[in-house]
């Protein structure tokens, strides 16, 4: 049985199939008969009383996935986007100068959806990935999906309406790890809403997931350049939503899956690898300067202090104690830190002995638990 819609109002605006929101470019009157499914964001032409109208569907979500050498599972992401229940969405998917067929493939899905559009440029890393992405965005909120992830079902339709639902900026939920077939779900220690000055704050502490570009929401008008790191660097999710957090006045974090995290070698998604010891000081340099530029950095001393005694503990090997800021993070006053952060800022001084117990924290997976 095909839809009526009923036209009174030649310049009207309205709502079709659950909140999509649908503009009549082409003036005319009378009942107009629309069969088939519910239309996505494109032009459609229908026919009523002799002549044409236009019915052009606006986006409310763009979803934007960066691409770099995943020709064996960007399908799988792809179809995780296309297949979700609500389907009034734009893909923007990034080919970042990838060397093999990925690229190929994104143009294959474009020319079959047409909510699919491709940008292909020159490797640039992750950050600069998704700056494009955004830019080239329309919807007025955006979702970021590694290319080596997924979408689980209903992921959109949950995001969307928890945002448009909601007076705030970004809403942060929850995801599923799969490691290796076996799956965990991963969720937010801490939930509700918070002020931008207590989004920060999440976003510092270690363990929170909500830091992370993906598996949540934002306002596209959030996202300014300014944000994305010139230079590539490790955790770039973190430093992103660190500096992001200067545009959200207000967040929501909640623990709902809408994501799966493929934890496997070679993922897009495992950013934090060991790095040279210049990149994480700028990193940090980064982090310290936006803090200050926003009179916060006395205010969260602490939580600088505890995320660089972990990175340069974990993920910095070899460890050149005499740098300046190597000596500026171990003679911090540590009395407030977490006794873990306590232990490795001592530990640090020894780069030696702390590379063998971190090894062995991560052979047995027992040390600092």
């Given at each position: 049985m095909p839809k009526i819609l009923h036209i009174e109002n030649p310049d009207l605006s309205l709502q079709y199939n659950n909140g999509v929101l649908a503009h009549l470019v082409e003036r005319n009157t009378g009942s107009v008969e629309v069969s088939g499914s519910s239309p996505l964001c494109s032009t459609k032409t229908f026919?009523?009383?002799?002549?044409?109208?236009?019915?052009?569907?606006?986006?409310?979500?763009?979803?934007?996935?960066?691409?770099?050498?995943?020709?064996?599972?960007?399908?799988?992401?792809?179809?995780?986007?296309?297949?979700?229940?609500?389907?009034?969405?734009e893909v923007v998917l990034v080919d970042d100068g990838s060397p093999d067929n990925s690229g190929t493939i994104a143009d294959s899905y474009a020319k079959r959806d047409n909510?699919?559009?491709?940008?292909?440029?020159?490797?640039?890393?992750?950050?600069?990935?998704?700056?494009?992405?955004?830019?080239h965005a329309t919807a007025p909120y955006v979702v970021f999906v590694d290319s080596d992830d997924e979408l689980l079902p209903g992921a959109i339709e949950y995001l969307y309406h928890s945002i448009a639902e909601s007076d705030v900026d970004i809403v942060c939920a929850s995801y599923v790890r799969n490691y290796l077939g076996e799956e965990s779900e991963i969720t937010n220690p801490d939930t509700g809403f918070f002020t931008s000055d207590g989004y920060l704050e999440q976003l510092l502490l270690l363990g929170r997931i909500c830091s992370s570009n993906c598996y949540n929401i934002s306002k596209r008008a959030i996202w300014h350049d300014d944000v994305f790191p010139a230079k590539i660097?490790?955790?770039?999710?973190?430093?992103?939503?660190?500096?992001?957090?200067?545009?959200?006045?207000?967040?929501?974090?909640?623990?709902?899956?809408?994501?799966?995290?493929?934890?496997?070698?070679?993922?897009?998604?495992?950013?934090?690898?060991?790095?040279?010891?210049?990149?994480?000081?700028e990193y940090f340099r980064i982090i310290k300067e936006e803090l200050n530029s926003r009179n916060l950095f006395k205010k969260f001393e602490k939580e600088y202090y505890t995320l660089a005694i972990d990175r340069i503990s974990f993920y910095i090997n070899p460890?050149?104690?005499?740098?300046?800021?190597?000596?500026?993070?171990?003679?911090?006053?540590?009395?407030?830190?977490?006794?873990?952060?306590?232990?490795?800022?001592?530990?640090?001084?020894?780069?030696?002995?702390?590379?063998?117990?971190?090894?062995?924290?991560r052979k047995f997976k027992r040390l600092f638990s």
């Amino acid at each position: 049985m095909p839809k009526i819609l009923h036209i009174e109002n030649p310049d009207l605006s309205l709502q079709y199939n659950n909140g999509v929101l649908a503009h009549l470019v082409e003036r005319n009157t009378g009942s107009v008969e629309v069969s088939g499914s519910s239309p996505l964001c494109s032009t459609k032409t229908f026919t009523a009383n002799n002549d044409t109208l236009f019915l052009s569907m606006v986006p409310e979500v763009s979803i934007i996935v960066p691409i770099y050498k995943v020709e064996k599972v960007l399908a799988r992401c792809i179809d995780s986007i296309i297949q979700q229940s609500f389907s009034n969405i734009e893909v923007v998917l990034v080919d970042d100068g990838s060397p093999d067929n990925s690229g190929t493939i994104a143009d294959s899905y474009a020319k079959r959806d047409n909510r699919i559009k491709v940008i292909h440029s020159k490797n640039e890393g992750l950050a600069k990935a998704r700056q494009k992405g955004v830019n080239h965005a329309t919807a007025p909120y955006v979702v970021f999906v590694d290319s080596d992830d997924e979408l689980l079902p209903g992921a959109i339709e949950y995001l969307y309406h928890s945002i448009a639902e909601s007076d705030v900026d970004i809403v942060c939920a929850s995801y599923v790890r799969n490691y290796l077939g076996e799956e965990s779900e991963i969720t937010n220690p801490d939930t509700g809403f918070f002020t931008s000055d207590g989004y920060l704050e999440q976003l510092l502490l270690l363990g929170r997931i909500c830091s992370s570009n993906c598996y949540n929401i934002s306002k596209r008008a959030i996202w300014h350049d300014d944000v994305f790191p010139a230079k590539i660097l490790p955790s770039e999710d973190v430093l992103i939503s660190i500096k992001l957090s200067r545009y959200v006045k207000k967040a929501k974090i909640c623990n709902h899956p809408v994501y799966r995290y493929y934890y496997t070698p070679g993922s897009l998604s495992i950013s934090n690898r060991l790095s040279s010891q210049t990149t994480w000081k700028e990193y940090f340099r980064i982090i310290k300067e936006e803090l200050n530029s926003r009179n916060l950095f006395k205010k969260f001393e602490k939580e600088y202090y505890t995320l660089a005694i972990d990175r340069i503990s974990f993920y910095i090997n070899p460890i050149h104690t005499n740098d300046e800021w190597i000596q500026e993070v171990v003679n911090y006053d540590a009395k407030g830190l977490p006794a873990k952060s306590r232990i490795l800022q001592q530990l640090i001084k020894f780069p030696r002995l702390l590379v063998f117990l971190v090894m062995a924290n991560r052979k047995f997976k027992r040390l600092f638990s």
